[in-house]
């Protein structure tokens, strides 16, 4: 089969979330031998994907300017001008300033969770542009990926007019699994959520449920993944001076503390209203442990019935579903054993495929 030589986008490939996608995605690709790859990158996202593995065999590009900026808009659009690749992959939305000569473009579109959840971006200034640059990138774009029919299906009902075609291209946490395992040294059993505070992450619901568990379950604690936010902290210390004790932050973390964190946990819990696709209950998954998850956006479509599903309003359903995990071996066994079986569904090379499925359309549409 003929090569195809693909531009990539990668400058954000050390933050979080969209940098899980883009680490996973290129080292996939580059295993394949039907793709020249060449990777775009900032400094810092250089670093990160060289410390994976994922630039050893491909081409790359030192980038210098914000994604976000336009100057980073400019540059990324100067590279494809002169590039002789076949099709330039943005994998978030930042996108060309201007169209290149009808130059194939396929985009990812993660999530549009500013414009499900106004709370996220308050300033309707900066929300008008996050729909602005999002309106383009449709427009722009030859092909869109979604990481979940969710996400499709949010895109569809924000830009109703959009006349690009969009393909569901699910996630994978199989690369996490190569990082080594550094256990935590924890005095008490604990539960395990990411520690995001932004108001669509709902951590709140958590607390509040384990307010009503302190009688029945006293030596679990909740631990949160990720930098302590003092504020938010404090916040629930008003509201639950008796949880004092039992909410904790990890502070930073690398991947092998993380999946130590998850290797260790009781269960773990994602009350989130809206993910574009949920990687970190994937991840969980994988190490066997019971998912706890909302009935909210993509994570039902993501861990179907292995995970337990609760209304991420349910405040007493997040209190009998954690307390049913902790007083029931058992039935803790099974559901960690589904959700273990359920992250084995989910590979980057699988995304790989269905990604490099979508470029030959692009490119023979394209030459037609």
């Given at each position: 089969?003929?090569?195809?030589?693909?531009?990539?986008?990668?400058?954000?490939?050390?933050?979080?979330?969209?940098?899980?996608?883009?680490?996973?995605?290129?080292?996939?690709?580059?295993?394949?031998?039907?793709?020249?790859?060449t990777a775009l990158v900032s400094p810092s996202a250089q670093k990160t994907l060289e410390a994976k593995g994922a630039l050893a065999n491909i081409?790359?590009?030192?980038?210098?300017?914000?994604?976000?900026?336009?100057?980073?808009?400019?540059?990324?659009?100067?590279?494809?001008?002169?590039?002789?690749?076949?099709?330039?992959?943005?994998l978030q939305y930042c996108v060309p300033s201007k169209p290149l000569q009808n130059r194939?473009?396929?985009v990812t579109i993660h999530d549009l969770i500013p414009l499900e959840i106004p709370a996220v971006m308050p300033?309707?200034?900066?929300?008008?542009?996050?729909?602005?640059?999002?309106?383009?990138?449709?427009?722009?774009?030859?092909?869109?990926?979604?990481?979940?029919?969710?996400?499709a299906d949010d895109i569809k009902k924000h830009f109703s007019g959009t006349q690009t075609p969009i393909q569901v291209i699910a996630e994978a946490a199989d690369d996490f699994g190569?990082?080594?395992?550094?256990?935590?040294?924890?005095?008490?059993?604990?539960l395990l959520a990411m520690g995001n505070t932004r108001p669509h992450k709902n951590l709140e619901v958590l607390v509040r449920a384990m307010s009503m568990l302190q009688d029945s379950q006293p030596n679990i604690r909740l631990l949160l993944a990720g930098d302590k936010d003092e504020v938010w902290l404090k916040r629930q210390y008003v509201k639950y001076p008796y949880m004092k004790d039992k909410i904790q932050f990890t502070g930073a973390i690398d991947d092998a503390q993380l999946r130590g964190y998850y290797a260790q946990a009781r269960a773990f819990l994602c009350p989130s209203y809206y993910e574009g696709f949920g990687l970190p209950p994937?991840?969980?998954?994988?190490?066997?442990i019971p998912v706890v998850i909302a009935s909210a956006s993509s994570l039902p479509e993501v861990l179907g019935d292995a995970g337990v599903t609760i209304d991420a309003h349910d405040v007493?359903?997040?209190?009998?579903?954690?307390?049913?995990?902790?007083?029931?071996?058992?039935?803790?066994?099974?559901?960690?054993?589904?959700?273990?079986?359920?992250?084995?569904?989910?590979?980057?090379?699988?995304?790989?495929?269905?990604?490099?499925?979508?470029y030959r359309q692009v490119r023979d549409t394209a030459t037609l």
């Open positions: 089969m003929d090569e195809l030589k693909i531009l990539v986008d990668a400058r954000m490939a050390d933050w979080s979330g969209v940098g899980r996608y883009e680490t996973g995605l290129i080292r996939a690709l580059t295993a394949r031998d039907d793709v020249q790859l081409t790359y590009i030192e980038m210098n300017e914000h994604p976000f900026s336009p100057v980073g808009t400019r540059e990324i659009t100067y590279e494809y001008q002169t590039s002789d690749a076949d099709i330039l992959h943005c194939p473009l396929v300033n309707s200034v900066k929300r008008w542009i996050y729909r602005s640059k999002n309106r383009r990138a449709l427009t722009a774009a030859s092909y869109v990926i979604a990481p979940s029919q969710s996400t190569t990082t080594p395992v550094t256990l935590p040294k924890e005095d008490h059993p604990y994937l991840e969980a998954a994988a190490f066997g007493e359903g997040w209190a009998h579903g954690i307390e049913r995990i902790l007083k029931d071996a058992s039935y803790a066994q099974t559901m960690g054993g589904k959700a273990m079986g359920r992250s084995q569904d989910f590979s980057w090379a699988k995304a790989a495929d269905e990604t490099v499925a979508v």
